[in-house]
């Protein structure tokens, strides 16, 4: 399987009718080490154990996959070490808050728009931090549906998430591209018969979507 990117240096337009589009570092910009550094300050120590409690714990997919609460899930980030609990909080409060849109992104979404393509979005994310995103971007509006894990129980690059997608969506997969920074997340998609683009900055985006 190889990306669409290795095959065309630019979008080649006539092949798709719909393009899915993953949220994080694709429309938006998401650096767990800036988030720590934005909210906690200078601690190295307390961001290390931040870094592995909260965005590196089980207990973070949990939140994308949507069986559990940042109650719930801020409790387990804590446990054994209940002092650490107010830093926790504060992250799981402010994170969204740290995140910035990506212009390159956007532009390549309204581009797609006004190309006649079909815009869908597939990504992990936590509810209320999906639902913060659609009250603050207008941009959102521009997608005709997707899937989004929490509300599916389903994680990128699971099988079944793709499935979801193509069946939910009606999407026909050969005429179909899905956008990704995260090489198993395109991959995923391939192996379901989508076409991948994998984003791995947002200069290779603007390049390929001429933006």
Known sequence: MHYIEERFQTMPWDAFDSVVFD??????RFSPQHTLDVLIGEDAALKAELMERIFRSPHWLDLDRGTVTYEQAAQRMSQGNPAIRPAVDRVLGGWMSVKTPIREGVDALRR???????????????????????????FFSLFDGGVISCYVHLLKPEPEIYRELIDRCALDPARTLF?????ANVQGAMQAGIAGFLAESPQKVARFFGV
């Open 112 to 138: 797609c728009k006004e190309m006649g393509k079909r815009l869908y979005v597939l990504s992990n994310y936590h509810e209320p931090a999906y639902e913060w995103l659609l009250e603050r971007y207008d």
């Open 23 to 28: 949220i994080g570092n694709v429309l938006i």
């Open 179 to 183: 956008l990704d920074d995260t090489p």
